[in-house]
């Protein structure tokens, strides 16, 4: 089974060559490319958060494999979904799912379900895809939604349960933590802070991170994909994380009163 693209035309172009010319027109002019063990993207309209995007991939050494954690913006039926379909399609062609790694991550965790429903009408993961693309031809992806109703219990298990699984594929694997940051405040606010909870990705403190959004009520959406990702990299090695760009949606619109923030990271 194919996954069809759900909001291709609509958060990014449906026609490829646009697709490609709209991706490479956000492409920094200079970027030393490096390698890490995890990225924070942000996954609004690419008119929104295109060039934070951007700036992450062409600065990543980007593997054959990635794991893509993304929130679910509605009620899914698991806590921690996995789409095991047969591959992702977007406009610039079809990406496989990784049925070997998907096999291995089921296998360190019991409370991973497949549920290829819940990632049907989501846009958080399928908005990373073009990019990853565009950087790597031989592309293969595992996504895993996670609901709004994971705790840091449940969150720590997902990410020790995927740096077992990719200790024990011996492959090299990309972990992807899509999030935009504060919702429809003032800039002002949205940078203030939009940096603390970047202060704690800085650190890779991810119990931090979730005490800091649940405490303060951050808009922060996708606080828990990150947690779960900083928490596998931290397991697998990684020391810091290392913020590459950050914008809220006011440089692009001219709205400064109601804006959304973008950042993305290395996890290195």
Not at 13 to 37: G, I, N, Q
Not at 202 to 219: A, C, H, N
Not at 229 to 240: F, I, S
Request: aromatic letters at 10%; one cysteine or more; glycine letters at 6%.
């Amino acid at each position: 089974m194919k996954r069809q693209p759900y909001v291709a035309g609509y958060f990014y172009p449906d026609d490829p060559d646009l697709l490609r010319k709209t991706v490479e027109s956000f492409m920094p002019k200079r970027s030393e490319k490096t390698r890490a063990y995890g990225v924070v993207a942000p996954h609004a309209g690419y008119e929104y958060s295109g060039p934070v995007a951007a700036a992450v991939y062409s600065s990543v050494i980007i593997p054959p494999r990635v794991v893509i954690l993304g929130p679910a913006h509605h009620p899914i039926g698991s806590v921690l979904a996995l789409d095991d379909s047969d591959s992702w399609l977007t406009p610039l062609g079809e990406v496989p799912v990784d049925s070997a790694l998907v096999d291995l991550i089921l296998s360190e965790g019991s409370f991973i379900f497949r549920d290829r429903a819940a990632h049907r009408q989501e846009h958080s993961i399928e908005v990373q895809i073009p990019f990853l693309q565009y950087f790597q031809p031989d592309l293969s992806i595992v996504p895993i939604l996670v609901s709004y109703e994971a705790d840091y219990e449940k969150l720590e298990e997902l990410g020790l349960a995927l740096a077992r699984a990719i200790k024990n594929s011996g492959q090299e694997v990309l972990l992807v933590a899509s999030t935009d940051m504060s919702h429809y405040v003032s800039e002002e606010v949205a940078e203030k802070l939009d940096y603390r909870a970047i202060s704690f990705m800085e650190r890779l403190d991810p119990k931090g991170l979730f005490e800091l959004v649940i405490s303060y009520q951050l808009t922060m959406c996708g606080f828990q994909p990150t947690t779960a990702m900083m928490v596998a990299a931290r397991a697998l090695g990684a020391k810091e994380g290392y913020l590459v760009k950050y914008q809220t949606s006011g440089e692009r619109t001219g709205d400064y009163q109601q804006v959304v923030g973008y950042a993305g990271l290395l996890i290195k």
